[in-house]
T-cell receptor, first 117, second 113 residues
């Protein structure tokens, strides 16, 4: 079964608008973390934001925020005021077993975001 | 500055060859991972390791093996390369005791002909 589901293969947004990239996850582990990574056309993986399962508040990093809804098992990425440089592939990921040394990191299929002028 | 280094950016190998992809990290991380990335399929976990000589199968281990003889080095081995193993391979490492993000290498684009 897919542990991380990203249902939007592609998204379009106009510059300066906000966009939400969806991510749902599946785990029975009470201690986990959720990530978002950006992969531009150059191929590097750029860490954007992280949310721990016990964090009380939604994570924010500059223009990025993570809308964490634990009961719904969703961890959507919100990018405010989109910029042309935000055009890239975005991956949601989950890290399980935070209280152990045995930690597994799995990714979704990604969403390609295109920001237009 | 933290670093994960993959030995090759591009590789071309022949069907049936034994292929080694090397990954080295300088952060003393316990956990290391190998993924392959294919269009539309995202990053799929092949194998991971949580300590020296310890390894676990990921979601698509068939046709691959790994080796972790030293903490800083995690090798992915294609015992007999096949054309369906043509892909981008990414290595990552993770600190399990502190910190949050996983660090990635630059990727190896492997073509099997």
């Amino acid at each position: 079964a897919q542990k991380i589901t990203q249902t939007q293969p592609g998204m379009f947004v106009q510059e300066k608008e906000a966009v939400t990239l969806d991510c749902t996850y599946d785990t029975s582990d009470p201690s986990y973390g959720l990530f978002w990574y950006k992969q531009p056309s150059s191929g590097e993986m750029i860490f954007l934001i992280y949310q721990g399962s016990y964090d009380q508040q939604n994570a924010t990093e500059g223009r990025y925020s993570l809308n964490f809804q634990k009961a719904r098992k969703s961890a959507n990425l919100v990018i405010s005021a989109s910029q042309l440089g935000d055009s890239a592939m975005y991956f949601c990921a989950m890290r399980e077993g935070l209280n152990t040394g045995f930690q597994k990191l799995v990714f979704g299929t990604g969403t390609r975001l295109l920001v237009s002028p | 500055d933290v670093k994960v280094t993959q030995s090759s950016r591009y590789l071309v190998k022949r069907t049936g060859e034994k292929v080694f992809l090397e990954c080295v990290q300088d952060m003393d991380h316990e956990n290391m991972f190998w993924y392959r990335q294919d269009p539309g399929l995202g990053l799929r976990l092949i194998y991971f390791s949580y300590d020296v000589k310890m390894k676990e199968k990921g979601d698509i281990p068939e046709g691959y093996s790994v080796s972790r003889e030293k903490k800083e080095r995690f090798s992915l081995i294609l015992e007999s390369a096949s054309t369906n193993q043509t892909s981008m391979y990414l290595c990552a490492s993770l600190d399990t005791t502190k910190g949050t993000e996983a660090f990635f290498g630059q990727g190896t684009r492997l073509t099997v002909v």
